[in-house]
C-alpha cells in the first residue's frame, strides 16, 4: 500500500468511495450527493491549507482522510478536524490506521497539536445504515471521547447523534510556531 497526498485528479476516485457513504449510511450527514465537479473542489479547496492523503493498492484508490479546520477563528488554527472513508469492501485491512498515522504526522508538522473527529451515533441497533465501527476505529488509534449531541441529525426517517473524539499528537508548547498551511 502506498500513501500520498491527493491531487485534484484523484476526485473522480475518491469521489466513488465516498457516494455510498452519503447514498447508503448515515455514517455522512449530508442527504444528497454532492456533484463530482462540486467534490472536486472540496479537494482543492482543502489542499490549500490541510493535507489530503489517499492510499493505494495495485494502482487503486482505496481510502482516502483529510484534515479540515476545526472550526474558522484564528485561535483555533493549531487544531483539525479529520474525517477519512475507506473502500467500503477494504475495511479492516489496515487501510484507515496507516491513513490517519500519516495524517498525523502531516498535520503535526503543520503545528497542529489535537485532531478532532466526529462520529455518528444512534440509541438503538442500526445495521442497515450505521454501526459503531467508526467509533470503536477512532478509539482503537487513540482518540478520546470528549461529548456528545443526541439526536442531532435525520436522515433515512430517523434520528442520529454524534460523538466528538480527540487526540493530542504533540505537545502543546507555551508560544507555538505560526501554523504552516499544506501547500508551502
Known amino acids: 500500500m502506498t500513501i500520498r497526498m491527493a491531487t485534484p485528479a484523484d476526485a473522480g476516485a475518491i469521489y466513488q468511495i465516498y457516494v455510498p457513504y452519503v447514498r447508503d449510511t448515515a455514517i455522512s450527514f449530508e442527504i444528497t450527493v454532492p456533484t463530482a465537479e462540486e467534490f472536486r473542489g472540496r479537494i482543492e479547496r482543502t489542499l490549500l491549507e490541510y493535507p489530503y492523503l489517499v492510499a493505494e493498492e495495485g494502482g487503486q484508490i482505496v481510502g482516502y482522510a483529510y484534515a479540515s479546520a476545526f472550526h474558522g477563528r484564528e485561535a483555533y488554527r493549531h487544531t483539525a478536524e479529520t474525517s477519512i472513508y475507506v473502500e467500503r469492501s477494504e475495511r479492516r485491512h489496515g ?3 496507516a491513513l490517519y498515522a500519516e495524517l498525523e504526522k502531516a498535520c503535526a508538522e503543520q503545528n497542529i497539536f489535537v485532531l478532532y473527529a ?9 445495521d442497515r445504515y450505521l454501526n459503531d465501527d467508526s467509533l470503536r476505529f477512532h478509539k482503537a488509534v487513540g482518540y478520546r471521547e470528549i461529548g456528545r449531541h443526541e439526536n442531532c ?11 466528538w473524539l480527540e487526540k493530542k499528537i ?8 505560526p501554523f504552516r498551511p499544506v501547500s508551502k
Open 95 to 97: 487501510i484507515g490506521r
Open 118 to 126: 466526529c462520529a455518528t451515533t444512534t440509541d438503538r441497533a442500526d
Open 153 to 163: 441529525g435525520y436522515k433515512f426517517d430517523r434520528w442520529y447523534g454524534i460523538v
Open 170 to 177: 504533540a505537545d502543546r508548547p507555551a508560544h507555538p510556531e
